[in-house]
C-alpha cells in the first residue's frame, strides 16, 4: 500500500482541482492527509516548518517587491501612453495594430515580469483598438493571449525567481539565460503577425489616419513614452547581471522607479498607490501560500519514496539525455493543462533536479526549455489559464472558438523555439558564461 503513496497524492491532488478547491489548498489538504500516515500528530510541526521556511527564503523576498513594480505600473498611464505611442509608428500598416499590441506586451512584461497582469493591462487598450478598426477576432484574441505570455520567459520574471528558488540555482544567471530566448520568441510572434497579415489583409486592415500625424508629433509622443519604461529596464536587469545588486535588490530599484516614473508623471497619488500596495498583498499572498503547499507536498512526496521510485524508474528506462528531457517536459506539459505555473515549479522541479543532474544535462539549459514549455501549457486548451484571463476582459461576441483558433499558430511557435533551444543550447548558456 505505501509504495502506490506517491501515486495517490497526484491524484488526490487532481481530484481536488476539478472539484473547484483553490490550488494552494489542494496542495495543503493532500499533504495533511498523507503526511497523518507518516508523522501523526505531528504533522502541524511539518507544516509549521515549511511555512517557516517559505516565509524565511531570502531568495522569494524579491517577489512581492517584483509584484510592487507591476502594481505600480498597472496603476499609472505608462501603459497607456506607450501603446498610443506604438500604434502611431505601426497602425498605418496591414497587422500594424497587432504588431504594437505585441511589442506593448514585451516591453510591460520586462518591465513588471508578472504572468496575467502584462495580459490583462495590454487586453483592455488593445481589444477596443483593434476591434474598432475590424481586426480579425482570432488575431485579436492569439496575439494578446501570447503576449501576455510572455511575461513567463522575459525578466525579470517571477516565475524564474520561484524556479531558482527549487532548483538552487543563481536567478541572475536564470534571468541571463532567458534574455535571448524571450526576445527570440517575441521576434517570432511578430513574424508570425506580419506574415499573417501580408499574406490576408483583411484580417487587420490598415488605419490610414495613423500616417497622417506629423513627425515631429510622433517623435514628441515616442520619447516621453519610450524612454521611461527603458530606463526602468534598464535599471532593474543592468543592475543585477552586472553584478552591482542583488535580484532582491535589482527588484527594490526596480519598485522605486516605478514609484518615481509615476510620481514625476503626476500620477502616484495616495489612493493609486493603496490599490497598488493591497493588489501587491494579495498577488503575494496568494504566491507565498502555494509556495507553502507546494514545500510541504514534496516533502511528503520525498519521504513517501516517490523521488526514488521515480529516480529508478527514469534509470530503468535508460533514456538518453534528450529522450529524458522530452519525457520530464511532457509531464510538465500535460500538468499545466490542469494546474497553474506555481504549483508546477513547486511540485515538479525538486523531483526533476537530482534526475537531470545525474543524467549530466545542463541545469540552466533544461531550466530555460522548463520556461517555454511552462509558456506553452499557458496557452494550451482545455484549462489554458490564458484563455481565461481573456475572456475576463473581452467583450461578449469572443467566443471561446476564436480564442482556442487565435492561440493555435502561437502555440506551434513556442513548440519551434523548444527545438531550436535543444538544438542550440547556447541561446540559453552563452549569456550567462558570459556574464557570470
Not at 43 to 55: D, E, K, N, T, V
Not at 380 to 395: C, D, E, G, R, V
Request: aromatic share 12%; net charge neutral.
Amino acid at each position: 500500500m505505501m509504495a502506490y503513496v506517491p501515486l495517490l497524492m497526484f491524484c488526490l491532488l487532481f481530484v481536488f482541482v476539478f472539484l473547484g478547491i483553490p490550488v494552494s489548498f489542494s496542495l495543503i489538504a493532500t499533504s495533511f492527509l498523507f503526511g497523518m500516515l507518516f508523522f501523526g500528530d505531528t504533522i502541524f510541526q511539518q507544516m509549521y516548518g515549511s511555512l517557516l521556511q517559505a516565509s524565511t527564503n531570502f531568495t522569494l523576498s524579491a517577489i512581492p517587491l517584483f509584484v510592487l513594480m507591476g502594481a505600480i505600473l498597472e496603476q499609472t498611464g505608462l501603459a497607456r501612453r506607450l501603446y498610443n505611442a506604438l500604434q502611431l509608428w505601426l497602425g498605418g500598416f496591414s497587422g500594424g495594430l497587432a504588431i504594437s499590441t505585441m511589442l506593448m506586451c514585451g516591453i510591460f512584461a520586462a518591465a513588471s515580469g508578472i504572468v496575467g497582469a502584462v495580459e490583462i493591462v495590454v487586453g483592455l487598450m488593445a481589444i477596443p483598438a483593434m476591434t474598432k478598426y475590424r481586426y480579425d477576432r482570432s488575431l485579436i484574441s492569439g496575439t494578446i493571449c501570447a503576449g501576455g505570455s510572455l511575461g513567463t520567459i522575459i525578466p525579470p520574471s517571477v516565475i524564474v525567481v520561484v524556479y531558482a528558488s527549487m532548483a538552487q540555482l543563481s536567478i541572475g544567471q536564470l534571468f541571463a539565460a532567458t534574455l535571448i530566448p524571450g526576445l527570440l520568441m517575441m521576434a517570432l510572434f511578430l513574424l508570425y503577425i506580419g506574415v499573417a497579415c501580408w499574406l490576408r489583409p483583411a484580417l487587420a486592415p490598415a488605419v490610414a489616419e495613423m500616417r497622417q500625424v506629423a513627425l515631429t508629433e510622433k517623435l514628441r509622443i515616442t520619447l516621453k513614452a519610450l524612454v521611461p519604461p527603458f530606463l526602468l529596464i534598464a535599471a532593474v536587469l543592468g543592475s543585477m547581471l552586472m553584478g552591482i545588486a542583488s535580484p532582491t535588490e535589482s527588484a527594490a530599484v526596480g519598485a522605486f522607479g516605478a514609484a518615481l516614473l509615476a510620481l514625476c508623471f503626476g500620477e502616484l497619488s495616495l489612493a493609486r498607490l493603496g490599490e497598488a500596495l493591497v493588489s501587491t498583498v494579495r498577488i503575494t499572498a496568494m504566491i507565498m501560500l502555494i509556495v507553502v503547499g507546494g514545500t510541504l507536498f514534496t516533502a511528503i512526496f520525498a519521504i513517501s519514496g516517490g523521488g526514488w521510485a521515480l529516480a529508478e524508474f527514469i534509470q530503468e528506462l535508460a533514456l538518453s539525455p534528450y529522450w529524458l528531457i522530452f519525457a520530464l517536459l511532457l509531464i510538465v506539459l500535460l500538468a499545466g493543462m490542469v494546474l497553474d505555473w506555481i504549483s508546477i515549479v513547486l511540485i515538479f522541479v525538486p523531483i526533476f533536479t537530482p534526475l537531470i543532474k545525474l543524467a549530466g544535462i545542463d541545469p540552466v539549459w533544461f531550466a530555460v526549455m522548463f520556461m517555454v514549455v511552462i509558456q506553452t501549457s499557458y496557452l494550451t486548451p482545455p484549462m489554458a489559464p490564458s484563455i481565461f484571463y481573456l475572456k475576463s476582459i473581452a467583450p461578449p461576441d469572443f467566443g471561446y472558438g476564436h480564442m482556442y483558433r487565435g492561440v493555435i499558430p502561437f502555440i506551434l511557435i513556442q513548440l519551434l523555439l523548444f527545438l531550436i533551444i535543444l538544438l542550440l543550447p547556447g541561446l540559453a548558456t552563452w549569456l550567462p558564461r558570459q556574464l557570470f
